[in-house]
């Protein structure tokens, strides 16, 4: 049979998720294999390097840079307080004594002979690295970090904002077409992960921000509103680092697109349950998405976990499309043909036939594409 491979994006009752946790630098791990641990907690530590911070020693107090040493009442390595002296340049006369303190609290990185600057380092910053997902640590990676797996359910989105966050599953609309709207946020909202159907408008955004909402997973978000809400346009960079502590993930586009029957009834099905929300998306190399993973009974442990054969397009597939005209609708696949086909551009291209609502069906080029991974 006919079969091409094309991105997927998963939407799945049970599968094993795995979660590298890795530090930015070496530090300590601080949990072991088999551990059972919760979506707050810490599984390795470390510090990172304080901010250097320079000051013009030789400058302040009128003195060369080379007699530096002379004057200095603190070296390499010492530890120092902000507003206190670290170096005074003395006088026969007291009260032309003059001094020059540190400026930051942390310790003295050098003292440069040359240019009569001294560097501080300010303290060591922690970084703590938590288990993102409720679930059993697999692996140790020494000093740097653990692999956290669980067994969940994973539906991915296609586009999101924010980062790392957790809460219970709470319905904010009766089906996936239903607009989120902000009469529909409610103070019971507060800490949860809320599931709407076919967009969120910007005021329900900032209604959940100011509730204290964790998380929102929508089908759709107008790209005006984005800009409104983050006061800035998006570019290819990454996302997921925003200043906001309402996560945003969506499922099926820019506009008002009503969620997947599939998402949604997944989404509802685990009303409740702690679901483990990330906004982070990547749409250049390195493909990241944002994700909702809902953690299932973990009582049997894991277990192994093996390679998943990756699935190309094939009859009966289900499929999204992800360009116009047909953009954001899902179908499925009924035909692959071979040969390349003429587009209306006069290009041409390998095509695929897809049916929509079981009776509507259209030609659409393959790379427009992707799948719904079960």
Avoid at 87 to 113: L, M, N, P, Q, Y
Wanted: with cysteine.
């Amino acid at each position: 049979m006919a079969h091409a491979y094309t991105p997927g994006l998963k939407v799945t009752e049970r599968q094993v998720i795995q979660k590298r946790r890795i530090l930015p630098l070496k530090g300590e791990v601080i949990v072991k294999v088999g551990d059972q641990v919760n979506p707050s907690d810490v599984v390795a530590r470390t510090h990172l390097p304080g901010n250097v911070v320079p000051l013009n020693v030789a400058n302040k107090l009128g003195v060369p840079p080379e007699d530096l040493e002379m004057v200095m009442l603190k070296k390499d390595g010492d530890t120092i307080k902000e507003g206190e002296p670290i170096a005074v340049k003395k006088s026969f006369i007291k009260w032309f004594t003059s001094s020059c303190e540190a400026t930051i609290d942390g310790t003295i990185e050098s003292v440069s002979h040359i240019t009569g600057q001294v560097l501080q380092r300010g303290e060591p910053i922690p970084v703590e690295v938590k288990a993102y997902i409720r679930g059993e640590v697999t692996e140790i990676i020494p000093q740097e970090g653990v692999v956290v797996s669980s067994i969940a359910a994973f539906t991915q989105g296609i586009f999101g904002i924010g980062g790392e966050t957790f809460g219970n599953i709470l319905m904010a609309t009766p089906d996936n077409s239903t607009v989120l709207s902000e009469d529909l946020i409610t103070p019971e909202m507060k800490d949860k992960v809320i599931v709407g159907g076919s967009l969120v408008t910007a005021g329900a955004l900032r209604k959940a921000l100011d509730t204290g909402v964790k998380g929102i997973v929508v089908g759709g978000f107008s790209d005006k509103d984005l800009r409104d809400f983050l006061g800035y346009d998006i570019g290819v960079a990454i996302t997921g680092s925003e200043d906001t502590t309402t996560t945003l993930v969506v499922t099926e586009g820019f506009g008002q697109i009503s969620m997947a029957q599939k998402t949604f009834d997944l989404l509802k099905k685990h009303e409740g349950a702690m679901a483990c929300i990330n906004g982070a998306t990547q749409i250049r190399a390195g493909v990241i998405r944002p994700e909702v993973v809902i953690p299932l009974d973990q009582s049997g442990g894991v277990g192994e976990v093996g390679e998943t054969e990756i699935q190309g397009l094939k009859i009966g597939t289900p499929v999204r499309v992800i360009r116009h005209p047909h953009f954001g609708r899902i179908g499925t696949v009924t035909d692959l043909p071979s040969p390349l086909t003429a587009l209306e551009s006069e290009s041409k291209a390998r095509v695929l036939e897809v049916e929509f609502d079981g009776s509507e069906r259209a030609i659409v080029p393959r790379a427009n594409v992707e799948m719904i991974e079960d």
